[in-house]
């Protein structure tokens, strides 16, 4: 029987991966996000996919539901709860970028929502060292503040008004941080993302 010549047949190559999708996909409600917390086999967060995304990949066995939401999703052959948290089956090695990056919504988190000069509302995010006198668009020199500190901080140092702060101002760092510029935070990812209770997000 001869061989086919190598390369000739196309049978065997993979190709892209085509992952299979469930013929009935959940329809995000009032009590799901329609977005899942991925974490590493060794639990350590690793992104948000959509729920679409996280049953995929546990009717493929490549993550196991580790929370989920009391909707339930009916695929061909089986039922499934609609997962808040999952978990891979295998470790994956990810390359994380250096720094978090600096946004309005992440300093907010970082600042727990409050103005770090009277600890009101924050609405606005004020810069310690005014950027009119060289202050750096930077963690270290940006906070959260209230509208009513912000305008009366207006362009002086802290040391002319004789304010201070709670603490400095740090650079975020950590898994849950990778998460936070971008998105809200599921209330049932806050135990994976090493997160109090109390910081909303
Ligand atoms: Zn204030």
Request: hydrophobic share 35%.
């Amino acid at each position: 029987m001869p061989r086919s010549a190598p390369g000739s047949s196309s049978a065997g190559h993979p190709g892209p991966r085509r992952d299979p999708v469930p013929s009935l996909l959940p329809v995000p409600s009032a009590g799901t996000t329609g977005a899942t917390l991925l974490l590493n086999a060794t639990y350590e967060p690793l992104c948000v996919v959509s729920s679409r995304r996280a049953i995929v990949l546990v009717l493929a066995e490549k993550a196991e539901s580790v929370d989920s939401a009391p909707e339930v999703v009916h695929a061909e052959t089986v039922s499934l709860a609609v997962p808040v948290v999952v978990r891979l089956t295998r470790f994956v090695r990810v390359p994380y970028p250096a720094s978090v990056p600096l946004s309005r919504r992440a300093v907010f988190t970082r600042d727990g929502q409050t103005c770090v000069y009277c600890g009101g509302s924050a609405t606005s995010i004020d810069h310690v060292v005014p950027r009119s006198r060289g202050g750096t668009h930077t963690w270290d020199n940006v906070v959260a503040a209230c509208r009513r500190c912000n305008h009366t901080k207006a362009d002086r140092s802290l040391a002319e008004l004789g304010w201070a702060l709670p603490h400095p101002p740090r650079t975020p760092s950590g898994a849950a941080w990778r998460l936070l510029g971008t998105r809200s935070v599921d209330p049932r990812w806050r135990e994976w993302l090493g997160m109090p209770e109390s910081v909303s997000a």
